[in-house]
């Protein structure tokens, strides 16, 4: 094997270093057999760290106060969120719902993800994440709306920009999940949307999905991922129990045969109220016609609780109804307000005492009116999203 010999001027520059090398012990092995160039440009990664002088100022640190927070941000690991900038949780915004984002990135103590979203002029979604998402664990957050095929191809877009960022989980939060109601064939030669919208953002790369309140259980076995269902129930009963109305005086009125289930349970934990069911005949798309009622509602104060309003077509001739048999008040529950024409000209007619509604899908300002309330929902989708973050149980939220 032939010898490598070095110049005089390498060993004479090996053995000139050998006195200042902070490694002296081991290198004085090596200094006989390391080939040291005499110019040697450093590698990219190699940062010159400089020792400053210490500052007589005190610094600053913030102080988070419990009592400025939200109740659930005052669990430890909130707080060492808070305080973090290092966190795994990414959480980005897409355009159907910017406030809803905002404000549950905010009682969760982060800041919502970069990202630009545009439009080009033939209608075409433009989707680019501003900051890296590599091995994170990103949340997604966009109702599909109206306008539906805008918005969900906009979730179905950013979904894809984050898997071919690397992201190590992806879940859609859905606030509302549109096509919903076509879950089913009631007659023949009929699509079931549902499974087809279920079937693209598993497709496009979602691992994962978040939605409230779906219009009927069965649609999360149209997923091939694991889907979280958050009931927004909890905000609507805290803010009727607010009202402060006798528990002897209340029944719960299920608007259809078909939200018998939902009503039950609603009833159930507003002090186990009576339920009384509206039994309708659908004659056609958007059109109703009440028929009967099942229970008693005379001299009661009523409670009606759909999972959404689209035209109020349903929800508006049940209160009529009820007033007509003796109800004293009939009060609106719903989670969607979706508020189609002429939903707000029949809320607002008189029938309602108060119609109450989240904020899954933003009302326009067109759309609100004197009886309007619209209840937030970022404190339960921010628990939610650290739960599933933490891998830790959803379903005991609303035990």
Excluded at 34 to 57: G, H, M, Q
Excluded at 194 to 201: D, E, F, R, S, Y
Excluded at 211 to 229: E, K, N, R, T, W
Excluded at 323 to 346: I, L, Q
Aim: charged share 20%.
């Amino acid at each position: 094997m032939a010898s490598l010999t070095l110049p005089s001027s390498y060993s004479t520059s090996l053995s000139s270093s050998s006195s200042t090398c902070l490694f002296s012990s081991s290198c004085s092995s090596l200094r006989h057999t390391a080939f040291v160039p005499k110019r040697t440009r450093l590698p990219s990664y190699v940062v010159n760290c400089e020792i400053n002088k210490p500052v007589d100022e005190k610094p600053i640190i913030p102080i988070i106060n419990d009592e400025t927070l939200p109740a659930f941000l005052q669990a430890k690991r909130l707080q060492n969120a808070v305080r973090s900038n290092n966190t795994k949780l990414k959480i980005f915004s897409g355009t159907a719902n910017p406030s809803l984002s905002q404000e549950t990135a905010w009682n969760m103590g982060l800041e919502l993800g970069k990202i630009n979203i545009k439009r080009f002029a033939d209608g075409e979604i433009y989707v680019q994440l501003q900051e890296s998402v590599r091995g994170c664990d990103v949340f997604l957050i966009q109702p599909t709306c109206p306008p539906a095929n805008e918005n969900l191809m906009e979730l179905l877009v950013m979904v894809d920009a984050c898997r071919r960022a690397s992201a190590k989980r992806i879940t859609a939060v859905i606030p509302y999940f549109g096509y919903a109601r076509a879950d089913r064939k009631t007659q023949g030669r009929q699509s079931i949307a549902a499974k087809l919208v279920a079937n693209m953002i598993t497709k496009a790369g979602a691992d994962r999905v978040l939605a409230c309140d779906l219009h009927s259980g069965q649609s999360m076995g149209y997923f091939d991922i694991p889907v979280d269902h958050v009931y927004c129930q909890p905000v609507i009963l805290d803010y009727l129990a607010s009202k402060k109305i006798s528990s002897n005086d209340l029944v719960v009125v299920s608007p259809d045969v078909g939200g018998v289930a939902r009503a039950r349970a609603f009833a159930k934990k507003l002090s186990d109220a009576p339920l009384a069911i509206v039994d309708k005949r659908r004659q056609g798309h958007n059109l109703a016609e009440v028929m009967n009622l099942i229970g008693d509602v005379k001299g009661k104060v009523a409670v009606m609780l759909d999972d959404m309003i689209d035209t109020a077509g349903t929800i508006a001739k049940g209160a009529a109804l009820l007033h007509d048999v003796g109800a004293r008040e009939v009060y609106a529950c719903c989670s969607h307000a979706v508020f189609s024409p002429p939903a707000v000209e029949r809320l607002s007619s008189g029938l309602f005492q108060e119609v109450i509604t989240t904020d899954t899908i933003p009302v326009m300002d067109k759309n609100y009116f004197p009886q309007l309330t619209v209840l937030s929902v970022a404190n339960l989708l921010g628990e939610t999203i650290w739960r599933v973050h933490d891998d830790s149980s959803v379903s005991s939220i609303f035990q």
